[in-house]
C-alpha cells in the first residue's frame, strides 16, 4: 500500500497555511497516485481516469505517453544487454491541444536516462554545481552517483481541467530513482530560453542572460512585465512527500514588489550570499490545496517499457518508493499564461525542462545526476495546400485545406487579392479566383495567433479550360510505383498527357502515349523508386484537336518511406551537418548519433511536416573528428546513415 500521511508546510512570512495532498487523488481527471495506469486507481481498477499509460484495463480513462514500438524494446530488452542501457524517449501520444475527453492536453514526454554504464552515469554533474549558479559554471560528465540520486526515468504532462483555455492548467510530473531508502530530492527546472548540454564537452549553452537564467521582471505596481525561469522542487523521505516549492528566477531588488498573481514566501537563494540575482520561493494569493505527491508501492506496475534496476536487469514493476508522482496547480499558484502579462491561455512559461537530483534537503546543495534539458511544446506549424493549385476558368473552385489540424485548433483564412467562397473559418475553404490565401492558425479560441500558412492559387496556362465529360483521376503508391486510373468519353482527337510534381505547383510531363479506351477507362503505371520527396502530385494535361488544353483534378500520393529515406550531407562535414528529412504524414522524428564507441552523442525531437526538410544539427562544430553514426526513428521505422566529421584540430581517441 503507499504511504498515507497529510501535512503541512509553514511557510517563511507567511501567516496562511498551504496544504499538500499525500493521498491518492484525481486532478483535472488524471490519477494522482503514484502508478502508471489509467482506469486504475489507489489500487483498484477504477474506469475513468486518465495516466501514464494504460495496461490494458478498459474504460473510458486514456493514456498520455505514446507507445510506439513499446512491445520490439522490451523483447530486445531480453537478450541485447547493451540496449537496456541505451536512453530514449516518448511524446504525448495525440498533437499537442488535443481535447481528449473534453479537457485539453498541451504537451507530455517520457525520457528513459542513460543506465548500468560501466564508468558509472554517463548525464551526471561531476562537480560542485548548485542550483543557484550559472549553467555556464555546470560541468556534466560520466561519473559514479548513490541509487539514490541515480535517476532511472521521468515524465512531464502539462493539461488544462477543461477544454477551455480559462479552465485551470495543471502540472504533472513523474520520476523514478535506483535507490529508495532515505530521502530523496530532485527538482523540475523549467528555462525560458534553448539551453542545450553537449555530451562531447559536458558544457551548458544557450542559457538565460541573467547570471545565466531569464529573470522575472515586475512594474512598480507588481505586475509581470517579463516570465523567466521555474524550479520546482520536491522532497520525499522514506514515508512520504515532506516537501514541494516552487521558486522563480528574479533580480534580488524584485522582492521588494509585490508581485499581482503571487506572493514571496520568502526564500532567495542564488549563487552566493551576495548574488544580485537567484531563485525566489512563491506561494499563491489565497491559502488551499495545489500541490499533490506520493511515492509507489511496492510491485507498482512499471510501464509498457518496464524499469531498468542499478544491475541493468529488466523488471517489470517497481519497489516501493521508486516511482515518485506530483502534481502543481499552475492557475492556482499564479503561473497560468492566461494570468501573466495580461496573456495567452496557450503560452506556456517555459521552453525546456532539465530534472536534476540533490544530494539533500537543501535548494543549494550539491547537484547529482540530471535528465535533459529537452524541448517541450514543440507544436508543428500550421501546414496548407490547394487540391488544385491552378484555375482554369470564371466558376471553377479549388479547396484549400490543412494537412496537419488539430481538433482543438482555430483556422481562420483570408485574402488580399481572391474570393473565399462560403465560410472562412475550419480547416478547410473553398475558392474561386486566382490569388493569395492566407489562414492563421489559434491553438484555442481566444488564443493570439500561433502560426500562419500561405497559399497561391494561380492562372493555368494559356487556353486551359474545364472539361465538361468530367474525368476524375485518381491514384495510388505501392511497391514504389503509382498506380493512376481516370475514366471518361473521349474526344476525337484528344490526347493525354501524364504529368508529375513533387511540390504540387511545378510539373513535368511523363507520359504522351495513351492507347484509346472508351468503355473501361485508362490506367498507367509510374516508376517512382528513384524520387526522394515525401509527395508525389498528379494531373491529366489533355489538348483537344482545336489545340485547347485543359486540367484534371491534381493527385497528392504519399511516398512509401523505404523510397525516401535520410540525406546526411554535407559528408563529409567539418563545422555543419545537415539531415534532409522527409514527411509522409504530420509526425515526430528522434534524431540520435552516436559516436564508433556507441555512445549517444545527440538527441533531439523534430516534427515533421507536410514537406521534406532540412534540419540542422546543432553544435557539431565541438564534437571530436571520426565516423558516427546517424539513426532517425520515426514510428516504428528507423533509417542509419554514416557520417564523417572532419573539425580541424580535433581528433578522436
Given amino acids: 500500500m503507499k504511504t498515507r500521511l497529510l501535512f503541512i508546510t509553514s511557510l517563511f512570512l507567511s501567516k496562511l497555511i498551504f496544504a499538500q495532498i499525500t493521498t491518492p487523488i484525481i486532478k483535472a481527471g488524471f490519477g494522482v497516485d503514484a502508478d502508471l495506469r489509467a482506469n486504475y486507481f489507489d489500487g483498484f481498477l477504477q474506469a475513468g481516469n486518465d495516466d501514464w499509460f494504460n495496461n490494458g484495463t478498459a474504460g473510458p480513462g486514456q493514456f498520455v505517453i505514446d507507445t510506439t514500438g513499446a512491445a520490439a524494446m522490451v523483447a530486445r530488452f531480453a537478450t541485447d544487454a547493451a540496449f537496456r542501457k541505451q536512453p530514449f524517449f516518448r511524446t504525448m501520444r495525440v498533437p499537442q491541444y488535443s481535447i481528449v475527453n473534453n479537457r485539453v492536453w498541451i504537451d507530455a514526454v517520457y525520457i528513459r536516462d542513460y543506465n548500468g554504464q560501466s564508468n558509472g552515469d554517463e548525464t ?232 536534476k537530483t540533490r544530494s539533500s534537503t537543501s535548494f543549494t546543495s550539491e547537484l547529482k545526476d540530471f535528465i ?42 483570408s485574402t488580399p487579392d481572391g474570393r473565399i467562397v462560403g465560410t472562412n473559418t475550419g480547416p478547410s475553404i473553398t475558392v474561386d479566383t486566382i490569388g493569395t490565401y492566407i489562414v492563421s492558425h489559434q491553438l484555442l479560441d481566444g488564443c493570439s495567433a500561433f502560426a500562419s500558412d500561405t497559399v497561391i492559387v494561380s492562372n493555368a496556362p494559356v487556353g486551359c479550360t474545364t472539361l465538361q465529360n468530367g474525368y476524375q483521376l485518381k491514384g495510388r503508391i505501392q511497391n514504389r510505383k503509382s498506380y493512376l486510373n481516370w475514366k471518361g468519353t473521349t474526344g476525337e482527337g484528344q490526347t493525354f498527357w501524364l504529368q508529375r510534381s513533387t511540390d504540387g505547383t511545378n510539373f513535368n510531363t511523363v507520359q504522351t502515349d495513351f492507347p484509346p479506351n472508351n468503355t473501361s477507362g485508362y490506367n498507367t503505371e509510374d516508376d517512382v523508386s528513384g524520387i526522394k520527396a515525401p509527395s508525389i502530385y498528379y494531373r491529366l494535361m489533355i489538348r483537344e484537336a482545336s489545340g485547347k488544353v485543359s486540367y484534371t483534378n491534381t493527385v497528392r500520393l504519399q511516398n512509401e518511406w523505404q523510397s525516401v529515406g535520410v540525406v546526411v550531407f554535407p559528408n563529409p562535414a567539418t563545422d555543419k551537418v545537415q539531415l534532409l528529412l522527409p514527411a509522409v504524414k504530420h509526425t515526430e522524428a528522434f534524431v540520435k548519433i552516436f559516436d564508433r564507441a556507441g555512445a549517444l552523442v545527440y538527441m533531439d525531437k523534430v516534427m515533421l511536416g507536410a514537406s521534406s526538410q532540412v534540419y540542422a544539427v546543432k553544435n557539431p562544430e565541438r564534437w571530436q573528428s571520426g565516423l558516427y553514426l546517424v539513426q532517425v526513428q520515426v514510428g516504428e521505422l528507423s533509417f542509419t546513415q554514416k557520417l564523417i566529421l572532419n573539425n580541424s584540430g580535433k581528433t578522436g581517441e
Fill in 124 to 355: 551526471a554533474f561531476v562537480s560542485s554545481n548548485k542550483n543557484g549558479a550559472s549553467p555556464a559554471v555546470w560541468t556534466g560528465g560520466a561519473t559514479s552517483v548513490l541509487d539514490k540520486n541515480d535517476i532511472a526515468e521521468m515524465m512531464v504532462h502539462v493539461r488544462r481541467e477543461g477544454p477551455k483555455g480559462t479552465d485551470p492548467l495543471w502540472f504533472f510530473g513523474g520520476v523514478s530513482l535506483q535507490g529508495t531508502t532515505g530521502s530523496r530530492y530532485f527538482d523540475f527546472e523549467l528555462y525560458q530560453t534553448d539551453i542545450f548540454y553537449t555530451r562531447s564537452t559536458g558544457r551548458f549553452t544557450n542559457y538565460g542572460p541573467d547570471e545565466g537564467h531569464t529573470s522575472w521582471q515586475f512594474d512598480a505596481a507588481g505586475n509581470i512585465l517579463k516570465t523567466g525561469d521555474v524550479i520546482f522542487s520536491a522532497e520525499f523521505s522514506s514515508s512520504s512527500l515532506t516537501l514541494v516549492e516552487a521558486r522563480i528566477w528574479v533580480n534580488k531588488s524584485a522582492l521588494s514588489i509585490a508581485p499581482k498573481t503571487f506572493d514571496w514566501s520568502g526564500s532567495f537563494d542564488g549563487a552566493s550570499n551576495g548574488s544580485q540575482f537567484g531563485y525566489a520561493s512563491i506561494k499563491p494569493k489565497v491559502a488551499g490545496t495545489y500541490y499533490t505527491g506520493l511515492q509507489s508501492g511496492n510491485g507498482t506496475w512499471a510501464g509498457p517499457f518496464g524499469f531498468i534496476d542499478d544491475a541493468g536487469n529488466y523488471t517489470t514493476t517497481y519497489k516501493a518508493r521508486q516511482f515518485m508522482e506530483f502534481s502543481v496547480n499552475l492557475t492556482y499558484l499564479g503561473l497560468d499564461p492566461l494570468t501573466l502579462l495580461g496573456g495567452s491561455a496557450c503560452g506556456l512559461p517555459f521552453r525546456r525542462i532539465l530534472v
Fill in 372 to 413: 535533459g534539458p529537452f524541448d517541450f511544446f514543440t507544436a508543428p506549424p500550421v501546414d496548407a495546400q490547394a487540391t488544385v493549385p491552378y484555375l482554369c476558368t470564371p466558376g471553377q473552385v479549388s479547396e484549400i485545406k490543412v494537412l496537419n489540424p488539430l481538433s482543438a485548433s482555430v483556422y481562420t483564412w
